[in-house]
């Protein structure tokens, strides 16, 4: 079992940054792919951006050409760094790492950190 701890969540104004980190820790041998997943209010879970062990990204639609994930193998340590942030993007983020090769939005997941963007 892997257990994740999230941070940097906050308020920010639109147009803003925020930098989210999620660091793994116990069964970290079975990590492959790291993703972030997020939960706005009334909406359903969305993947927001995944990125493999190999470091190749992965980004929705909503978020591609402002958020950027990557990954520091060494720390086990997945980040999400936000920019040009807009209201639409407030909403609980969620760090998820599959176990092994099983896909993302299985195995473990972060408890999550609230994101908000308004002025």
């Known amino acids: 079992q892997v257990q994740l701890v999230e941070s940097g969540g906050g308020l920010v104004q639109p147009g803003g940054s925020l930098r989210l980190s999620c660091a793994a820790s116990g069964s970290i041998f079975t990590i492959n792919a790291m993703g972030w997943y997020r939960r706005a209010p009334g909406k359903q879970l969305e993947l927001v951006a995944g990125i493999s062990s190999g470091g190749s990204p992965y980004y929705s639609d909503s978020v591609k050409g402002r958020f950027t994930i990557s990954r520091d193998n060494a720390r086990n340590t997945v980040y999400l760094q936000m920019n040009s942030l807009k209201p639409e993007d407030t909403a609980v983020y969620y760090c998820?790492?599959?176990?092994?090769?099983?896909?993302?939005?299985?195995?473990?997941w972060g408890q999550g950190t609230q994101v908000t963007v308004s002025s």
């Open positions: 998820n790492v599959p176990a092994g090769a099983r896909p993302l939005g299985t195995g473990s």
